[in-house]
């Protein structure tokens, strides 16, 4: 299996691009999401507000992974996803 790499934050202006976990269909408690997808990433980039936490003007936590504005391949889509389906392309919301 190829590896998951995600830019990560280390602290005020300092992150780097580290092997990550692949995602799960469970929340940091362990409990089970069934309306969520899992998303192979084919574009994304680093915005305004990544920006921001990298410098420190946030309560971003260190070991936080940075981009949130990505479009990319669903290959895992929850039991309770009705309009979303396997290798459908989405684009995640813009903040
Ligand atoms: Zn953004």
Redesign the pocket.
Known sequence: MAENTGVVFLGQNRVEVQSIDFPKMQNPTGKKINHAVILKVVSTNI????QHMVRGRTTAPTGMVLG??ITGEIIEAGSDVEYLKSATSSPSP??
């Open positions: 915005c305004g507000s990544d949130h504005e813009s903040t």
